[in-house]
């Protein structure tokens, strides 16, 4: 991961800068959880490694040479699958804001040596569709006391928890928020 910005990172720690995809996948302790599709992603990323991966490369044989010592890893790579990353759907369990549905979209950059841009994008009739298309995932600390001069409402869920993401439930259905600080 070369850069992200702070919804990604918002998403998930996987996606922040320095941090290796294919080895986060498969030992971060929080992938699992955070992907409940973790089998097929995590076959994917075995079969986009294989596709995208140069082995005459140092740093990606030593990689794909680590990884061999991690048991679904191995399994996955002896399949020998060869998928490019491509646009799809793709299901996360956010820890703070719950099941999400993004739709992926990997953008090849001319001139590099294969790197590219992935995006992420709630679908438009989804309940995060908005007019930015995507939830707002920059976590913020929560605040015993709203701030003097500005009105602050905090979004709960079911049970009248203070959530640490701006999402409002209405007739029962979560929806993505907007909130500016406004002076009274």
Known sequence: MLAANKAAMALAPLYTPGQNLVHGMFRHPGARALFPDWAGIAAQTAAALRAEGDPRDPATAALIESMLTDDPFREMWSHHDVRRMGNELKRFD???????????????IGGTEGQIVVTYQAEPESPFGGRAGSPDLTIRPRRPQA???CCRSVARDAKHRPLS??????????????????PR
Request: proline letters at 8%.
């Open 165 to 182: 993401a701006r999402w409002s439930f209405r007739d029962g259905r979560r929806r993505a928020t907007r909130h500016r600080h406004r």
């Open 94 to 108: 956010h820890p703070a804001v719950g099941p999400l549905e993004l739709r992926r979209q990997a953008l090849t």
């Open 147 to 149: 701030m003097p001069g």
